[in-house]
C-alpha cells in the first residue's frame, strides 16, 4: 500500500534538503524526489524534520524493564518504550552478571527474536562484561564487583555456543590476563570486540588494539586517561584510541556524561563516522521513577536518578543512564551544537556500520529500509515509521 511523507526536511547523509516528498513502497524507500505522483496515503510533516530511524547499540532497558530480567516480557517493553522515542533498532545489552544469569538473558533474547513481533527490532546482542578491572578499581563503575571476573575462556566458549550466533559485540577490559586470546577468538566469530570499564595505561590499551580490540565503549566514562602519580606520568586508553584510526568510540549523550568540550574534540579527532552516540539506558528510562535498579531485579544495583542521571547511592559514581535517543539528538543538536547531518551520523549511520546493517538501516537513502522519525524544529520526536508503517 505504500506512504507518501510530504512536505519533509529530509536529513540525508550530506545534507538536509528543503521541503520534498519520500515515497515508501513495500517497507522500504522506493524515492525521494520533490514531485513525486503516487496513489499512495500520504503523511504531511508541514516543513518538519525527516530523520533516520536512531540506531542504539548501547542499552541496557526502558519503561521499567531491564533486559537482564531474561523474559520475552521484559525485551517486549523495553523496546517498545524507546520505539517511541525514535529508537528504531537497538542492541540489548548485557550488565556483568553470573554465568546463569548471562545464560539467561541470551535464552529471553532468543526466545524474544523467536516469538515477538518486536524481534527483528533487536539484530542481535551486546555483552558488557564480566571481564573487568577488579572490584577495587575505579574504573569498574556500576558494574558489580562481586561478580566481575577475570578472562574465563571456557566459560567465553559456553556463551558463544549458548548465544548462537546473536553476539554483536562483547567488551572486556584489555589489560587482563587472556584479553589477546579473547579479542582473537571473538574475531573468529564475527564479533566486534570493545574495550570498556579499563585501568589500562596508553601501552596496554595500544596493545589491546593491535590484538583485536577495535572500539572504546561510552568513552571517556570508566576509561583511563593523561595521569600523573608521584613521579610517574602514564597515558591512557583516551589517548591511545585518538591515535588508533581503525578504533571507533561512543558517547553517552545525555549531556551529563560528556562534556561538550570532549565530544567536540571526539568528533574533531576522529569523525562522526567513528563516533556513536549511545544512551547506555537503564530501566529508569522512559519512566518518572527515582530510584530503581541497575541489572537483575534480584541481583542487581540499586542507583537513584539525580540532575538527569542515574547515579549510585552514594553518589561515587554515575550508573548508567535515562537518556533516550530523541534526548539525545536535542543535547547534540540544541546544547551542544552539533548540525543535524552530524548528529544522523552519530545516532544512526555510525551505530548501523558498527553493527554491520549499513546496508538496510541508518540512513536516507533509495532502498534502505523506512526506519523514520519525523522531527519538530526544536527537536521533538513527533511519529516513528518503523518498516513502513507509523508506529
Ligand atoms: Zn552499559
Known sequence: MGLLIKNARAVLPDRVTSPLQVLIEDGKIAAIDETISASAPTLDLAGDYLFPGFVDVHIHGGGGADFMDATVDAFETAVKAHLQRGTTTLVPTAMTATRQELLAFLDAFLAFRATSPYGSHTPGVHLEGPYFSGADSKSKGAQKGDVLRSIDLEEVEQLIKAAKGSILRWDAAPELAHSAEFATRLK?????????????????????????????????????????????????????????????????????????????????????????????????????????????????????????????????????????????????????DVDCVTAAKMLSTTPAAHIGMADTIGSIAPGKTADLVRVTPDFTVKTVIKNGHVC
Not at 299 to 323: H, Q, R, Y
Open 188 to 336: 573468529k566469530e564475527g564479533i566486534l570486540c570493545a574495550a570498556a570499564h579499563t585501568d589500562a595505561t596508553g601501552f596496554e590499551a595500544q596493545a589491546g588494539f593491535e590484538a583485536g580490540f577495535s572500539h572504546v565503549t561510552h568513552f571517556y566514562n570508566a576509561c583511563t586517561a593523561y595521569k600523573k602519580r608521584e613521579q610517574l606520568v602514564t597515558a591512557g586508553i583516551v589517548e591511545a584510541a585518538y591515535l588508533d584510526d581503525a578504533v571507533t568510540v561512543e558517547l553517552i549523550c545525555d549531556g551529563k556524561h560528556i562534556p561538550k568540550h570532549c565530544l567536540h574534540l571526539a568528533l574533531k579527532i576522529k569523525g562522526a563516522d567513528k563516533v556513536l552516540g549511545i544512551t547506555d539506558a537503564t530501566r529508569i528510562a522512559c519512566t518518572d521513577a527515582k530510584t530503581g535498579m541497575l541489572g537483575s531485579l534480584t541481583n542487581g544495583t540499586e542507583v537513584i536518578v539525580d540532575d538527569g542521571v542515574a547515579k549510585l547511592p552514594d553518589m561515587t559514581s554515575f550508573a548508567g543512564s535515562i537518556c533516550t535517543m530523541d534526548r539525545a539528538l536535542r543535547v547534540l543538536c540544541a546544547d551542544y
